[in-house]
């Protein structure tokens, strides 16, 4: 069982950054893949990015490719997403997720999920 919990979120002008981090508690933590959804208002939830349990390997979806870093540290159970060049379309519920499979195909089902945090972009 794996517990995520989501902090960083908040309001950034467009061309700015935001630093997400997810905690994770479980003894397992370093076996998962982990990764970001989004959900924009009155749309699906997506599939942002994702990184492998080493943190050797990183997926990213190409809306944020070169944008989006993502970075893991298996000693303090935690997961980063770094978010640069923000632009309006950004806007969203982010989640943090964990587990699953499908990562390298850019469509993971992911077992375990975080509450989500708030990211908005202003124009």
């Known amino acids: 069982q794996v517990q995520l919990v989501e902090s960083g979120g908040g309001l950034v002008q467009a061309g700015g950054s935001l630093r997400l981090s997810c905690a994770a508690s479980g003894r397992t933590f370093s076996s998962y893949a982990m990764g970001w959804f989004r959900q924009a208002p009155g749309k699906e939830r997506e599939f942002v990015v994702g990184?492998?349990?080493?943190?050797?390997?990183?997926y990213y979806a190409d809306s944020v490719k070169g944008r989006f870093t993502i970075s893991r540290d298996n000693a303090k159970n935690t997961v980063h997403l770094q978010m640069s060049s923000l632009k309006p379309e950004d806007t969203a519920v982010y989640y943090c997720t964990a587990g699953g499979t499908g990562w390298r195909t850019h469509r993971p089902d992911p077992e375990y999920w975080g509450q989500g945090t708030q990211v908005t972009v202003s124009s």
């Open positions: 990184v492998s349990w080493s943190g050797g390997s990183q």
